[in-house]
């Protein structure tokens, strides 16, 4: 069973940045999609980025293109270190971003943005104020 436990989360003024790392554990396929999706208050939970295992190819939602960037580590063997740094925060970007994962089944693109993804970590809260 996949194990995914998300860090970094915190407050931070406008324009600052932030870097979450999600490290994903207990993969029983060969490749997935591990992704960062978020959920604010009286919002629907929103995909923000993902990225492969198989090639590192990534997806990013219009909105956080050239302020985010998903980058994966997988030093440690049965340990994927999948982190997302975020630039250039706005207020916007304010919600709990959790990080999840589904096997690898299409694009990377095509997953993010339509696929259910069966695990997901606890969340951690990303707040951008003044």
């Known amino acids: 069973q996949l194990q995914l436990v998300e860090s970094g989360g915190g407050l931070v003024q406008p324009g600052g940045s932030l870097r979450l790392s999600c490290a994903a554990s207990?993969?029983?396929?060969?490749?997935?999609?591990i992704g960062w999706f978020r959920q604010s208050p009286g919002k629907e939970r929103e995909e923000v980025s993902c990225?492969?295992?198989?090639?590192?190819?990534?997806?990013?939602?219009d909105s956080v293109k050239g302020r985010f960037t998903i980058s994966r580590d997988n030093a440690k063997n049965t340990v994927e270190t999948v982190s997302l740094q975020m630039n250039s925060l706005k207020p916007e970007d304010t919600a709990v971003y959790y990080c999840?994962?589904?096997?690898?089944?299409?694009?990377?693109?095509?997953?993010?943005?339509?696929?259910?993804?069966?695990?997901w970590g606890q969340g951690t809260q990303v707040t951008v104020s003044s």
């Open positions: 207990g993969f029983t396929q060969d490749y997935y999609v």
């Open positions: 990225i492969s295992t198989k090639d590192d190819n990534t997806y990013y939602r």
């Open positions: 999840a994962a589904v096997p690898l089944m299409a694009t990377v693109d095509v997953m993010c943005a339509r696929v259910e993804f069966g695990s």
